[in-house]
């Protein structure tokens, strides 16, 4: 088992910052491919970025891509998302995940955190 931990959301101005946390614990945290996923109200939960647990590799989502940056410290068992320039449609609930295989794919993902709001504001 994985237990995430989201923190960071908050309310942020149109092209201000806002860097989310995941924290991890349970399972060797290192081996997991990390994600960050969001769901806007009345939308379905989509993909954000990913993190491979080697090298590492990344993966966004076109929507987020050269504005939004996904790192992790496998010492601290610790996931981030850097968001700059955001946008009110940026607004929604983020999500850490952690898979067992190299994916982006929602179903795919194993194990959830509870979620945080970000909203940002025009």
């Known amino acids: 088992q994985v237990q995430l931990v989201e923190s960071g959301g908050g309310l942020v101005q149109a092209g201000g910052s806002l860097r989310l946390s995941c924290a991890a614990s349970?399972?060797?945290?290192?081996?997991?491919?990390m994600g960050w996923f969001r769901q806007a109200p009345g939308k379905e939960r989509v993909f954000v970025a990913a993190?491979?647990?080697?090298?590492?590799?990344?993966y966004y989502a076109d929507s987020v891509k050269g504005r939004f940056t996904i790192s992790r410290d496998n010492a601290k068992n610790t996931v981030y998302l850097q968001m700059n320039s955001v946008k009110p449609d940026d607004t929604a609930v983020y999500y850490c995940a952690a898979a067992e295989r190299q994916t982006i794919t929602t179903s795919q993902y194993d194990y959830w955190g509870q979620g945080t709001q970000v909203t940002v504001s025009s």
């Open positions: 993190i491979s647990w080697s090298l590492p590799i990344t």
């Open positions: 349970g399972r060797t945290f290192s081996r997991f491919v």
